[in-house]
């Protein structure tokens, strides 16, 4: 799977707009509803392992790491062997 942030929020945004038709209601809309409950939390855990990311690429990038990142969280196209340049 490809998937990239933008398409979360593309979906998320395509949800919202099925919870705005204001021809939906009872049985359907309840549905609806709980769909959107589904979407919102695989959406939140999907933003949380990319701040994990994000927050792993500052610490190796600020040097309170060394070596490089799990491929589940670093970037899996490129290898990350970074060595700190700063001076402490």
Do not use: C, Y
């Amino acid at each position: 799977m490809k998937n990239k942030l933008i398409d979360l929020n593309n979906h998320l945004f395509a949800q919202l707009e099925r919870l705005s038709d204001e021809k939906m209601k009872g049985e359907k809309l309840t549905e609806e509803i709980g769909r959107s409950k589904a979407v919102a939390g695989v959406a939140s855990q999907i933003i949380g392992n990319a701040k994990l990311a994000l927050e792993a690429q500052r610490a190796l990038s600020d040097g309170l790491i060394r070596g490089s990142l799990p491929k589940m969280i670093g970037n899996e196209s490129e290898e990350h062997e970074h060595v700190p340049n700063r001076t402490k």
